[in-house]
């Protein structure tokens, strides 16, 4: 089964600053990745999707890059403000035979104070 | 309406209740998703539905029913539920498995 683990587990850092969160999942034969923000009881907010013959991703300040040979993603948030404090969740499907299960890890919480 | 909307966005029921919840997706997509997020767990993946049909079950009990009478709505049967039951219920779509997935605001459950 897929295990996807996500360090660190909570963030706190002052507006301005660029940020990276890490995510690694155990099974390196997988289709694509995501990347999710949650507010607070809320649904999950698709960020960034990288397929795995790419190496990154970019939307406005995100960047997302995936190795699929160390098992790894990183997402990284250039310039961060206070409305960017969320739970950051990476979620990568359960192999190539099953690329529509998804895995979560169990979140990064971010705080970005002003 | 726009994106995966999900009603109702509360529900609190006791364990002989029989109740249901709803999930519409707007995108034209092919595939939707009933996920759990309970407190301090990653979310778990309980069933998919691909043009109606049912691909995955991810030995959820059978005090859930899901039913998907089209491409556009998925809704979750519940009956007999659990206090460990309670958790917000998250249904996704997306274009095709192994898509993109959309996620819907969520219903959050409380079993009494």
């Known amino acids: 089964k897929q295990e996807v683990t996500q360090i660190p587990a909570a963030l706190s850092v002052p507006e301005g600053e660029n940020l990276v969160l890490n995510c690694s999942f155990t099974?390196?034969?997988?289709?694509?990745l995501q990347w999710f923000r949650q507010d607070p009881g809320k649904g999950l907010t698709s960020l960034l999707l990288?397929?795995?013959?790419?190496r990154e991703q970019t939307s406005g300040r995100l960047n997302a890059s995936l190795d699929k040979s160390s098992g790894r993603s990183t997402l990284y948030i250039a310039a961060s403000q206070p409305g960017d404090s969320a739970t950051y969740l990476c979620?990568?499907?359960?192999?190539?035979?099953?690329?529509?299960?998804?895995?979560f890890g169990k979140g990064t919480s971010l705080l970005v104070t002003p | 309406e726009t994106g995966v909307t999900q009603t109702p966005r509360h529900l609190v029921m006791g364990m002989t209740n029989k109740k249901s919840l709803k999930c519409e997706q707007h995108?034209?997509?092919?595939?939707m998703y009933w996920y759990k997020q309970s407190a301090k767990k990653p979310l778990e993946l309980m069933f998919v539905?691909?043009?109606?049909?049912?691909?995955e079950n991810n030995s959820v009990p059978s005090r859930f029913s899901p039913e998907c009478p089209n491409s556009s709505h998925l809704f979750l049967h519940l009956h007999t539920l659990q206090p460990e039951d309670s958790a917000l219920y998250l249904c996704?779509?997306?274009?095709?498995?192994?898509?993109?997935?959309?996620f819907g605001p969520g219903t959050r459950l409380t079993v009494l």
């Open positions: 990288i397929q795995s013959s790419q």
């Open positions: 995108l034209g997509h092919n595939a």
């Open positions: 979620a990568a499907p359960s192999g190539a035979n099953s690329g529509y299960a998804l895995n």
């Open positions: 996704a779509s997306s274009q095709a498995l192994m898509g993109a997935q959309y």
């Open positions: 099974d390196s034969a997988i289709y694509n």
């Open positions: 539905y691909s043009l109606e049909e049912r691909v």
